[in-house]
């Protein structure tokens, strides 16, 4: 793809310069943030670029191919949408929209305009998930029986003020905040679940939302992924198990306050016993952002699919509103 192509970032937060850090060569043209200050600050470091409030204005100029949305949930979908509308390729955080409808309208108008969106489940390129996903494709686990998987942060002072508390502003708590990533993870490694169950709750934060969610999901061949989200875990922790009939793959940490990223292989021996191990570290930082962005750029180029996509967002978005419903929170009312 050429050099030439210009990209509006609508959101300026800590994900949009995020993402401005990973456009390498390309032209950043619009910095939009709703505080006209954060979208100065960004544009400042990036010469040339126009800083604004005017979102629509971003998305509709004729010079931009690429608009990227890292504005919080309740904005995510319309501004997606009216990109779409004006034929602009589309890089969307997670979860892409508040509920199933929000992210059905994206799928609607991208595929009417014929464009493609990625989704921003950055933590599929990880250093230690790819090498993980290596280790899997190759056949070294065998067939898979399971999934464990651990997620949570210990929020801080005034977070049941904060915008994902605000379930209109949100669409829900944990589970969507943070769930929807080891959802995503788990079907990249086992596909489709046929059987949800699970159960949300608030048990420590004073807001309407849910602080922690529990999930048991089954594969159509008994495959399992019994997954936990919190924002009371206190300490910062990732840890996700992948566990085949001949080894066991254990990621651990995602660099920063959750801990050195980490790869454990550990393959079993024909006469069982302590298996084989084998670690990988990883403590140069996060590079997943380039990765994905790379990557998407090649989908556009080569009008592929991303692989990380609405269709997904659609899924892990469907698993969550129903574990809500059933536990009592009704996000979409």
Known sequence: ?????????????????KRAKALGNYSLKYCVDIDENRAYSL????????????W?????????????????NQSLAEISCEAARFGKHILVEKPAGRNTNEISEIIKFSEENQVQVRVGFNHRYHPAML????????????????????YGHGGRLGYDREWRANPKTSGGGELLDQGVHLIDLSR??????EVVNGFSHTYYW??????????T????????????????????????????KNAKLHIEGLGGSYGIEKLSFYKMTPQMGPPETIIWEYPRGDNSWLLEFNEFLDDIKNSRLPSANLYDALAAVKIVETISQESGYDYNS
């Not at 280790?135 to 651990?150: N, Q, S, T, V, Y």
Request: charged residues 25%; hydrophobic residues 40%.
């Open 131 to 150: 090498k993980a996903k290596e280790l899997f494709d190759a056949g070294e686990l065998g067939d898979l029986m399971f999934i464990r998987g651990r």
């Open 188 to 193: 990249w490694f086992l596909g489709d679940f």
């Open 56 to 72: 629509k204005k971003a998305v509709s100029d004729p010079e931009i191919g690429l608009v990227i949305v890292s504005t919080t």
């Open 217 to 244: 999901l089954r594969t159509k061949k008994n495959q399992v992924a019994f997954l936990h989200v919190s924002c009371t875990e206190w300490k910062n922790l990732f840890s996700l198990e992948i566990y085949g």
């Open 206 to 215: 004073d807001m309407p939302v849910d602080d922690n969610g529990f999930m």
């Open 1 to 17: 793809m050429e050099q030439t192509l210009k990209i509006s970032i609508v959101g300026c937060g800590l994900i949009g310069q």
């Open 43 to 54: 544009a400042n470091f990036y010469p040339g670029s126009i800083a604004t409030k005017n």
